[in-house]
């Protein structure tokens, strides 16, 4: 074969695998539709289109619903994505705790479990306890006889990742680094394909394929529980930055001479806005002799405690709440100046406070922000709460199967 019919070959494979990406894309979003439908929506002819829909559903990546009329024309038979192509597990290893499930190919969970996990025990005890528990988890997802094939496993920790090695670099509040995490996953689980993100990274995509963010396009994500976690996602792609690292809007400066951060500057964002720093502007309140319902609770406060302590009017509460929503909508202000986005999702366990933080930073906003950009843009609650960074592992996995069905195992050779 000449040179110039190998490249015509590969041109021509390479715009059959662009296709089959826009044709499930385009099921993601406008589902149920006809093939026709299809047609029109990606400019591609019909017998193109019948002819990529016969081999995704030959594949049970798409199937048929049945006919629909809608009253003009004639009766078109109608598709949508296969929730029974295949299971996705996905893990949290978060500070404290891990997090696992496992769901069909459209994110409905089959199976789920969240341990606490001490930090304490060790990168040794805690990643044999993540492989136990994703085991378990595609166990629970080959016993569904309807979608045997495993399609991916996505693990989300709250720290650097080198991307292209599949390596944790560095995990401040885990106090990891170096864990060659994707190589661990994939010496036990060959042949499956694993995905290792940073932890807001993969919840900000849950939040645009599965949750609060699924009709915007430039969305800025933000997580605040343990850490400040942080992620650019635009047009359904995360902005990563050149090596990788984009998005750790935790770590900026906000008081030079403020308190030491994990990471070992002094006065991160990531100080003022956490649960630590609600807890230590609570303790401080009612060590300088301020009253509070939370007084017997100072060695086991929690954000739920002092969530249920402002419902009840507690001032403490509410004053740190409102403080923290304060310093939260300062950060977002000139992030909202910098990026233009059209959401802000705000996330992680401080989120629990929304009532108290959400009025706080959009009046924060509106004070700071240039008026053209604070007007173009929502803010929101992101809606997986402590799901996200799960439901995001769903997600990568889920992008991946779309944009490249033609990889997946059982997919089209
Ligand atoms: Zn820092």
Not at 198 to 225: H, K
Request: aromatic fraction near 6%.
């Amino acid at each position: 074969m000449s040179q110039r019919n190998n490249f015509r070959t590969g041109d021509q494979t390479l715009v059959r695998e662009i296709n089959l990406s826009l044709i499930m894309n385009r099921l993601h979003r406008h589902t149920p539709i006809s093939r026709a439908g299809l047609a029109d929506m990606t400019g591609l002819n019909k017998s193109t289109v019948s002819s990529l829909v016969n081999e995704l559903i030959e594949h049970r990546f798409i199937h048929e619903l049945g006919v629909l009329s809608s009253g003009i024309g004639r009766p078109s038979v109608q598709l949508e994505l296969n929730p029974q192509a295949g299971f996705i597990v996905s893990a949290e290893i978060g500070v404290g705790f891990v997090s696992v499930l496992c769901s069909n190919f459209t994110a409905d969970i089959v199976w789920r479990c969240r341990e606490k996990l001490s930090i304490e025990l060790g990168q040794a005890a805690i990643l044999d306890r993540v492989i136990a528990l994703l085991h378990t988890a595609i166990e629970a997802g080959k016993a569904t006889p309807q979608s045997p094939t495993l399609l991916g496993i996505a693990i989300g920790i709250p720290g650097l990742i080198d991307m292209n090695e599949g390596k944790l670099l560095f995990a401040p509040n885990l106090r990891w680094r170096n864990v060659p995490i994707r190589h661990l996953m994939q010496r036990e689980f060959p042949d499956v394909p694993v995905f290792v993100d940073n932890e807001a990274n993969m919840a900000a995509l849950g939040e645009y394929f599965f949750g609060a963010a699924q009709d915007f396009n430039e969305i800025l994500y933000l997580s605040a529980g343990v850490g400040l976690g942080g992620a650019i996602v635009r047009d359904g792609q995360l902005m990563r930055g050149t090596t990788g690292f984009a998005g750790e809007f935790g770590h900026m400066t906000m008081d030079r001479d403020g308190e030491l951060c994990n990471c070992g500057n002094r006065g991160c964002w990531e100080t003022q806005v956490t649960q630590s720093a609600v807890f230590r502007a609570i303790r401080q309140a009612i060590g300088s002799g301020a009253v509070s319902s939370l007084q017997p609770y100072l060695d086991d406060l929690t954000v739920q405690l002092v969530v249920d302590a402002a419902k009840q009017g507690d001032q403490v509460a509410i004053h740190t709440l409102n403080r923290v929503g304060h310093d939260l909508g300062v950060g977002i202000a000139s992030l909202v100046n910098v990026l233009n986005p059209d959401l802000v999702l705000v996330g992680g366990i401080i989120s629990l406070a929304g009532e108290f933080i959400m009025p706080v930073i959009e009046t924060e906003l509106n004070t700071r922000a240039l008026r053209s950009s604070a007007s173009a843009v929502t803010i929101l609650p992101a809606k997986h709460s402590q799901d996200a960074c799960v439901m995001g592992g769903v997600a990568t996995v889920y992008q991946r199967v779309l944009s490249q069905p033609n990889t997946i195992t059982h997919g089209i050779n």
